[in-house]
């Protein structure tokens, strides 16, 4: 199959490069042009380059706006192709992108991914898969390719409410990580023996101790950037308002992420949103 990747950031590079050692052709498109320069992959000067002769078309980009622009140009010149959108962009965004495929006439698959960095470049992420049953068989040997597991779960759009309902979970725990790892470094409790204590218990998520071990050395490579982390609260919260729930755990997550992005925080990886909790 040939498939175009559009957005090799974080995620997208190993993605491709995955589907490149599954045997498929891939071409990658990315806006700053450096990145799209992998080994074995055509990098693609044009969305439209890109995408001409693809089966399939993932896009792997920032947010919304982002997919909203390159799908738009990429529709124009995709043909028979399908869109398989794999970034996290919520449930409004989703819907949008979904108008503008059907009135384009291209096949929409929303399948936004659990995973970060590490399992992308394992290829063992697990696929949030959503769409129209008659193009499953097109895309799935994409997402076997990038994913251990892909979970079709009706109807598209239903992955990325399903995907913003996990990271309301997993923010929420890494911002009480992050609390619970400051308040222990002023009441003079070694944080080690916080981790340490609830480690294999049930209350210790061994995310705790990925996420913890970083809050401890006071060093965040990203592997899932703070500033994208900020846009799912945002995500999360936007869709909760729509429908009069009130998520004010989650606000205040976003709270404080705000406040260590505002910091220049914001590329690093997402326990960084310690540095909103610790005095200045
Ligand atoms: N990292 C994770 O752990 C993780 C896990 C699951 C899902 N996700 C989701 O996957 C998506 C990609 O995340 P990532 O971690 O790969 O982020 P990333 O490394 O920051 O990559 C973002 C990509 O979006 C592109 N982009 C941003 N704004 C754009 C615009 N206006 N027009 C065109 N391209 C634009 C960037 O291009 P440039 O290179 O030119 O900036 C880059 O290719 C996000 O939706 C994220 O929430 C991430």
New binding site residues.
């Given amino acids: 199959m040939r498939v175009a990747v ?8 190993p993605m491709a490069r995955n589907l490149r050692a599954a045997g498929h052709e891939v071409s990658a498109w ?3 042009p450096e ?1 799209a320069a992998l080994d074995g992959i055509d990098a693609a000067g044009s969305i439209a380059e890109a995408v001409s002769g693809a089966d399939v078309v993932v896009t ?4 919304g ?3 909203e ?2 799908a738009g140009e990429a529709f124009a010149a995709m043909d028979g192709a399908v869109l398989a959108q ?4 919520g449930v409004a965004a989703t819907e949008r992108v979904a108008e503008r495929a059907r009135a384009a006439d291209v096949p929409f698959v929303d399948a ?6 590490q399992p ?1 470049e394992q290829g063992a ?1 697990i696929v949030l898969a959503s769409g129209p049953d008659d193009v499953r068989d097109r895309v799935a040997p994409v997402f076997d390719a990038v994913g251990a597991k892909t979970l079709w779960l009706g109807d598209a759009g239903a992955g990325s409410r399903l ?1 913003l309902v996990i990271n309301t979970w997993l923010l929420s725990l890494t911002e009480g990580l992050a609390e619970a790892i400051a308040l222990a470094g002023e009441l003079g409790v070694d944080p080690q023996t916080f981790l340490d204590t609830i480690d294999g218990g049930p209350i210790g998520a061994p995310y705790a101790q990925l996420k913890g071990k970083l809050m401890i050395d006071g060093d965040f490579p ?4 703070l ?3 900020l ?2 609260a945002r995500l999360a919260l936007a869709a909760a308002e729509e429908r009069g729930l009130r998520l004010g755990a989650l606000a205040a997550v976003a709270e404080q992420m705000e406040r260590a992005v505002e910091a220049g925080h914001g ?1 690093e990886d997402m326990a960084a949103t310690i540095h909103a909790s610790r005095p200045a």
């Fill in positions: 559009l957005g090799t950031g974080i995620m997208g590079a990315n806006r700053s990145k792997m980009l920032a947010d706006d982002a997919v622009a390159v794999m970034s996290t962009i936004p991914v659990l995973g970060t960095k992308a992420l995907k990203p592997s899932f950037p500033d994208l982390a846009k799912d590329s």
